[in-house]
Nanobody, 115 residues
Framework: QVQLVESGGGVVQPGGSLRLSCEAS????????MRWFRQAPGKGPEWVST????????TYLNSVKGRFTISRDDAKNTIYLQMTNLKPGDTGLYYC????????RGQGTQVTVSS
């Protein structure tokens, strides 16, 4: 059974930083491309970033390039999203997924950027 558990969200001021974590189980994590998505209040899901198996390649939503960094630790079956220079537009529920549509996902962790 696939399980994805996100953590690390919180309330920060604009310009602040957070590091999100997603611990995975129930599948071959080291062979999986992993993704972060987010959903802002009243809006649909939005893909944020992908990291390929072996950490060989990472891609980002244009609006987060240069501010967010995705990484993974296969020994811990965990991916991370380091977020810096956060903006109010980054507010949302962040969740990880092992599929490109974001269907198989965790419960998410809330990020709120507000002064």
């Amino acid at each position: 059974q696939v399980q994805l558990v996100e953590s690390g969200g919180g309330v920060v001021q604009p310009g602040g930083s957070l590091r999100l974590s997603c611990e995975a189980s129930g599948f071959s994590f080291e062979n999986a491309n992993m993704r972060w998505f987010r959903q802002a209040p009243g809006k649909g899901p939005e893909w944020v970033s992908t990291i390929t198996s072996g950490s060989s390649f990472a891609t980002y939503l244009n609006s987060v390039k240069g501010r967010f960094t995705i990484s993974r630790d296969d020994a811990k079956n965990t991916i991370y999203l380091q977020m810096t220079n956060l903006k109010p537009g980054d507010t949302g529920l962040y969740y990880c997924s092992k599929d490109s549509a974001g269907v198989t996902r965790g419960q998410g962790t809330q990020v709120t950027v507000s002064s």
